[in-house]
């Protein structure tokens, strides 16, 4: 399993906020480790490695830009995605769907979708590419933001400061987090397979 906290250790604070801003704004980022690596850093801040608010600051800009990159590479490309019935990623019936939830969902959808890894990195993709409006996307953007980054550093920062010898625990506290963050994909995935 990758160990996050030596990851966080090399990348720093440029590499994590790069890693961060990937992750969240960029098709290529959709397979890393965000939420561990953020639990890993706030675990590390509370061993003095790492100082907290520079952490937040930096991780929190990096989700809310990576997110309105996504948002606009969504908007722009995606109706020429969705011209041909099928393409190498999506098919036409893609957009309709997202059209469909963000109108159903609206806003809450970009809040939800930071807990989720992989739907985290398409949801700004899909918000511009069914056309909600920017002023919205940006305004659930930064509570989504604000909320992923607080919760995944605080929990580190927490366990590291509570917990006696609490670096015995991480790494099966980040295969836990991988775990619970990979159960609503999966299940969508099932239902999607069952209901075929």
């Known amino acids: 399993m990758l160990d996050t906290i030596e990851l966080v250790k090399t990348l720093g604070y440029v590499g994590l906020t ?7 704004g960029l098709l290529i980022g959709l397979l890393l480790p965000g939420d561990s690596v953020l639990f890993s850093a706030g675990f590390l801040a509370s061993m003095g490695y790492l100082h907290l608010l520079p ?8 989700a809310v830009l990576g997110d309105s990159v996504g948002y606009a590479l969504g908007k722009k490309y ?3 995605i969705f011209v041909k019935e099928k393409s190498l990623f ?3 019936q893609h957009i309709e769907r997202a059209q469909r939830f963000y109108t159903k969902h609206g806003g809450k959808t970009i809040i939800l979708a930071r807990f989720i890894p992989i739907i985290r990195t398409l949801a700004p993709v ?5 056309a909600m409006r920017y002023k919205t996307f940006l305004a659930y953007n930064i509570v989504g933001g604000f909320l ?4 995944m550093l605080g929990l580190g920062y927490f366990l590291g400061k509570t917990i006696p ?3 015995k625990y991480v790494l099966p506290i980040v295969a836990g987090i991988i775990f619970v963050s ?3 994909p999966a299940i969508s995935f099932i239902k999607q397979k069952t209901w075929r």
Not at 19 to 24: A, G, K, P, Q, V
Not at 55 to 62: E, I, K, P, R
Not at 126 to 130: E, K, M, P
Not at 148 to 151: K, M, R
């Open 182 to 184: 990979l159960i609503p």
């Open 148 to 151: 992923w980054t607080t919760s």
């Open 78 to 80: 995606g109706p020429k």
């Open 55 to 62: 952490l937040f600051l930096l991780t929190f800009c990096a």
């Open 18 to 24: 790069s890693l961060i801003f990937t992750e969240t």
């Open 165 to 167: 010898n609490a670096d």
């Open 90 to 92: 999506f098919d036409k």
């Open 126 to 130: 899909l918000a511009g590419v069914g």
